[in-house]
């Protein structure tokens, strides 16, 4: 059984950086990805990485967060943090063929999520 737990959230003030951590079990394979979700907005997709290591980024983000990943672990670097960047973030992966880009605008695709952890983006 595939399991996902979400780490490294807190309170960080403008300007500064995070890191996000993924612990992966039970698969070896697929496209994963980080989403975020504010309160009463639908998710977002954040930054998606697949076995090739490939990446894409959300224009939003670009140039400022940066995917990687290891055998068990999915992580996100946040760096320049905004306040709009405060939301719950969730990593999810997906088992099939979609490619980075089609994981960040089909969150309905991906086949198994964390509880997510939250960032708070504020002086």
């Known amino acids: 059984e595939v399991h996902l737990a979400e780490s490294g959230g807190g309170l960080v003030q403008p300007g500064g950086s995070l890191r996000l951590s993924c612990a992966a079990s039970?698969?070896?394979?697929?496209?994963m990805a980080w989403f975020r979700q504010e309160p009463g907005k639908g998710r977002e997709g954040v930054a998606a990485?697949?076995?090739?290591?490939a990446t894409s980024y959300a224009g939003s983000v670009k140039g400022r967060f940066t995917i990687s990943r290891d055998t068990e672990t999915l992580y996100l670097q946040m760096n320049n943090l905004k306040p709009e960047d405060t939301a719950k973030y969730y990593c999810?992966?997906?088992?099939?063929?979609?490619?980075?880009?089609?994981?960040?605008?089909?969150?309905?695709?991906?086949?198994?999520w964390g509880k997510g952890t939250l960032v708070t983006v504020s002086s």
């Open positions: 999810a992966v997906d088992l099939g063929r979609m490619s980075t880009e089609q994981a960040l605008r089909n969150d309905h695709g991906m086949d198994y």
């Open positions: 039970g698969y070896t394979y697929g496209t």
């Open positions: 990485i697949d076995d090739d290591g």
